[in-house]
């Protein structure tokens, strides 16, 4: 069965502070992957996507993620976190030809003026 | 288009009452979900619809009930809520995106749920 570990449950980085977060999925078979980001109070908006190509994926506010397929991992990376990215974040998985998305259990992250 | 709207946005029942979460999407998407989320466990699937006419399962479907009578609405039926139904729903619906067999998913505003 698919499955997807984000094992960051918690972040707290200061303004300026270079941001990973881990994702790692299983699955055998070719794979789409998502990171959705939630602002307090708010739905889940995509932050970026990967389907095919380039392994590294830009998405909006500075975002970026890596496909590393041999690991099985797409983290998500910002060079220089803002005040304003304090949010909970979601990778999500989903196998190539099926609608059904996996998500993680997400990460919060707070960022310190 | 506005996208995926849902219904009520907040919500307190009684244990043992019933009650329709509403979802509707208006970009013609066959794919539709009902996701619930809780803290410290993200989203979890409760209920999908490939179709108009067409159901099934997703990870935690117990105590709730759906139909899919037309392809833009996708109702959440509890039909007799209990406490651990406390919780935020979101409806989802999916359009192909980016090439054969990849699909973009699209999230409602959500409902937020308390059972008492």
């Known amino acids: 069965a698919q499955s997807v570990s984000q094992h960051n449950h918690h972040v707290i980085l200061s303004e300026a502070a270079s941001l990973e977060l881990g994702c790692n999925y299983s699955?055998?078979?070719?794979?789409?992957l998502f990171w959705y980001v939630q602002y307090p109070g708010q739905h889940l908006q995509l932050l970026l996507k990967?389907?095919?190509?380039?392994?590294l994926v830009k998405g909006i506010k500075g975002f970026e993620a890596e496909f590393i397929k041999s690991k099985f991992s797409f983290n998500l990376r910002k060079p220089s976190v803002q005040w304003s990215d304090t949010a909970e974040y979601f990778c999500?998985?989903?196998?190539?030809?099926?609608?059904?998305?996996?998500f993680g259990t997400g990460t919060r992250l707070k960022v310190l003026a | 288009n506005a996208g995926v709207t849902q219904t009520p946005k907040f919500q307190v029942l009684k244990t043992g009452q019933s009650m329709t979460l509403q979802c509707a999407q208006d970009?013609?998407?066959?794919?539709m979900s009902w996701y619930r989320q809780d803290p410290g466990m993200g989203l979890r699937l409760i209920h999908y619809?490939?179709?108009?006419?067409?159901?099934d399962q997703g990870e935690v479907p117990n105590g709730y009930n759906v139909s899919r009578s037309t392809t833009e609405d996708f109702p959440l039926r509890l039909l007799s809520a209990a406490p651990s139904q406390t919780s935020v729903y979101f409806c989802?619906?999916?359009?192909?995106?980016?090439?054969?067999?990849?699909?973009?998913?699209?999230f409602g505003p959500g409902t937020r749920l308390t059972v008492t």
């Open positions: 989802a619906s999916s359009s192909p995106a980016g090439g054969a067999g990849s699909y973009e998913q699209y």
């Open positions: 699955y055998g078979g070719t794979v789409n």
């Open positions: 990967y389907f095919s190509g380039d392994p």
């Open positions: 999500a998985v989903n196998a190539a030809g099926t609608y059904k998305y996996i």
């Open positions: 970009m013609n998407h066959e794919y």
């Open positions: 619809s490939v179709g108009a006419g067409i159901t």
